[in-house]
């Protein structure tokens, strides 16, 4: 099996609202396992948070129903649009300051 296929099976097993939940549990553990890193604490175990993280969001994604791709897409659209905003007004501000 693929790694794709292997998340299919996986995700069609377990189903959305548990694949959510996961999803949650994931990003709490790879942003606790981050904060070590940063602290000189952790021994790269950030890593193998972050490959759970990547699992479960596509586990996710596989089992989204259309119309919540749908806004998740907007919202995504939305976010990065405020992010590309922000930027160019901080590179003006630079450039104004010189």
Do not use: F, W
């Amino acid at each position: 099996m693929t790694a794709e296929e292997k998340i299919r099976y996986i995700a069609e097993h377990n189903g959305l609202e548990k694949a959510l939940d996961k999803l949650a549990e994931e990003c709490a553990e790879y942003a606790a396992a981050r904060i070590k890193h940063n602290l000189g604490e952790g021994n790269g175990e950030y890593l193998e948070e972050l490959a759970d993280v990547i699992i479960m969001r596509a586990e996710v994604q596989q089992l989204m129903p259309k119309e919540m791709k749908d806004q998740i897409s907007e919202e995504i659209n939305r976010k990065l649009d405020r992010q590309i905003e922000r930027i160019r007004e901080k590179e003006e501000h630079v450039y104004k300051r010189g």
